[in-house]
């Protein structure tokens, strides 16, 4: 009788083990709607993952071309409601209003030009994390993604525009530090924010992207030199996360420094932002021409 108790409890307990499992599996796989808690990014289960996004994101604006079909290139103005990015030294700009006044002009020009099909992350004065605005890009087919910025420098003296395009090595402190305030920044939603990328992306494709990154920042240098002011290195890269997801060749403009007067009051009109409109919308077009005929 000893015998055939123990046999029992063990048998129990089998039993009971075997439930816990089950019950274990049929929580991880239940759909994100059926269980408690919140649904982190990355995490393994089914169904479906709800974030809440701004108006913004729902409404993009997609200008058509004199032709159809023709690639989308999404401009992105830097920073945007509660950011406010740099300030002027004169204390009465922001950084978010002369990008958004820079990337309306720039979408004006590339839609009375015609030869591409143009978009903006943002119209108004909106804030939105770095995955909403690579995500736009995702979402619309973009087939170039073009951010907008203007930096502030403890140096009065420092001035100029400075081309970034992504990489996972930073070509000088410089451009690390300017990356690494533009990612704290933007808040991005994911705690693994090279991890995830690469995880959709192969190596090869994401070395293609900066690749063609970086061909569109030395194009754009060329054209500029001798038209604008450009930093003693002018093309310089780093790894700019809201670059990184974007999932198409992109490339982050530094437009100048508004710590500096001379910049501040070149970039505070449309007339001393239009040589360097002009610049990006020519190299703009000519770089998605190049990829056609490839």
């Given at each position: ?202 190596d090869l494709a994401l070395r293609g992207q900066m690749e063609q990154s970086a061909e569109l920042a030395r194009r754009t240098v060329r054209r500029a030199a001798g038209r604008i002011a450009l930093r003693p290195r002018p093309h310089q ?54 990829r056609r005929l490839r």
């Amino acid at each position: 009788m000893a015998i055939k108790r123990k046999i029992a409890l063990a048998a129990a307990a089998v039993l009971l083990a075997a439930l816990l499992v089950a019950g274990w599996f049929a929580l991880r796989l239940a759909p994100a709607g059926l269980t408690d808690g919140p649904v982190l990014v990355g995490e393994a289960r089914r169904g479906g993952l709800t974030i809440a996004l701004p108006a913004a994101v729902a409404d993009v604006r997609i200008r058509a071309a004199s032709t159809p079909g023709r690639p989308i290139v999404l401009i992105d103005p830097g920073h945007g409601g509660r950011d406010p990015g740099a300030t002027g030294v004169s204390g009465s700009v922001a950084e978010k209003q002369l990008t958004l006044a820079m990337a309306s002009e720039l979408a004006d020009l590339l839609e009375k030009r015609g030869r591409v099909r143009v978009a903006m992350v943002r119209e108004g004065d909106v804030y939105l994390t770095l995955d909403q605005r690579a995500a736009i890009a995702r979402r619309i087919g973009a087939s170039l993604f073009v951010s907008l910025h203007m930096d502030s420098a403890p140096n009065p003296l420092a001035r100029g525009t400075t081309l970034y395009s992504l990489s996972d090595v930073a070509s000088s402190a410089e451009a690390a530090r300017f990356a690494s305030a533009e990612n704290r920044a933007g808040e991005a939603l994911s705690s693994e924010a090279d991890g995830s990328l690469r995880s959709i992306l192969s190596d090869l494709a994401l070395r293609g992207q900066m690749e063609q990154s970086a061909e569109l920042a030395r194009r754009t240098v060329r054209r500029a030199a001798g038209r604008i002011a450009l930093r003693p290195r002018p093309h310089q890269f780093a790894a700019f996360q809201v670059l990184r997801r974007a999932d198409t060749p992109a490339l982050l403009v530094e437009a100048g420094y508004i710590s500096n007067a001379e910049d501040e009051a070149l970039l505070a009109t449309r007339e001393g932002r239009a040589p360097l409109v002009l610049v990006l919308a020519q190299a703009i077009e000519a770089d998605l021409a190049a990829r056609r005929l490839r």
